[in-house]
């Protein structure tokens, strides 16, 4: 076989190894597959590349919207019209096509020239390409496919939280505007004993110390009711941000009541063995020292001999005189000289990267095991609590209730215990749905604990949009 026919051959069995192509659906298919089983209840598609796609996807949005609007129904919005997610999608397509670039072998060079003297012309012809490119082709093809893999990891760990913040803006909003129903009531209460006081007072049967008194307690109900309409009204806000929703979009009407509290709570028993093994972002630490790992053994290499160069040479020279003809054929190697750099540096760093990303993967682990832990313990704590206000709290206020309104019918009450009765009757189921409203957000930190990744700061369990206080009798 002649040196022509055998660059030929290599070439073509270059130009085969180089192909490749890039992910049709921008690797949303992935991610899907990744984030499954970590979103809830929910198996909810991703935005679609496709415009039909995607208009049949805003005609799903609308129908959801047009029935009071419930959290699997959000999160399904949320994942498939929210604009921050849809970039991130779009950077995961762009790292598929730079993976693509980068395991495409490099064009091969083609020079041309024609050199004239008195006696001859002569005309070259050289064909090159990097040698190197080829030879570590394997390589990198597995190392590109390592890191599209963590990226990849990383965009489904943007989904999973992305779902979770969804949720947890849902049960904000939905406890915030029952909470605000409460203060109406409370409200109304307050607003009822003020009028009573001042006809009272006008009629001489009261003292304008305790009209003022009511006054008080009014006043404070009003600007209890002011802060808990506020709060619903950035919850929802906080809640149209997470679905991507606008204008009459926004409209919508939120589910009346949050989810009733669960019969048993999760076990304790093997959450840190989950964690570890489900975690998203455990993974993604594990595929990156991988990643690193097996780059370390070509990073002196390539170094060193990152320019080795084959090149292809036919040269043909005519007399001008005779009109003979000798061609030259061959080939050469362009080889480095490593006199400067001899790849020490680059090793370093391959090793320290390596190091670095080990210990990033203990550090990741060490705190899924704590965070697990911590959401747990919050999960279970809030269980109890809010368990505590519907067996216990609000039942017993509504007992205090009816018997001072059967002391007030057989005239043992004033009307103004009564009143004061019912306010607190009332902040007492207002404080009831903020402990169910408190576990279902550590339910939502739990999960994303044990599935997904960092749940960030756990919510605290007193943490309320409206402060609160109970308004004291007469």
Known sequence: MSALHRLSLLGAVAVLAGCASVSPDGLRGEVAALTAGRTGNVQAALPATDPAARAQAQQSINGWLAQPLTQDAAVRIALLNNPGLQARLAALGVADAERVQAITLSNPHLALGRFTDSHEREIERTLAFSLLDLITLPWRTARQAERLQIATLQTAQEVVTLAADTRRAWLRAVAAEQVAAAHERMAEAAEAGAELARRMVRVGNWSRLQQAREQAVLQQASAQLARA???????????????????????????EQLPPLPASALPADGIEATALRERLDVQAARRQLDTQATRQGWSRAGAVFGDIGLAYSRNTSTDRETGSSDVKRGWEIDLPLPLFDWGGAARTRAQAEVE?????????????????????????????????QQAEVVPLRQFITQETTLRYNGMLASVWELLAEARASTQAVAGAIEAQRDFWLAETDLQLALTGTSPGALQGLTSGAVATSTPQGH
């Open 229 to 255: 309409r506020l709060a619903a009204a950035n919850e929802r806000e906080q809640l149209h941000r997470r679905m991507g929703l606008w204008g009459v979009q926004a409209q919508y009407r939120l589910a």
């Open 356 to 388: 670095q990303s080990a210990a990033q993967l203990q550090d990741t682990a060490v705190r899924a095991r704590s965070e697990v832990r911590a959401a747990w313990l919050t999960y279970r704590t809030a269980l109890d609590l809010a368990r505590q």
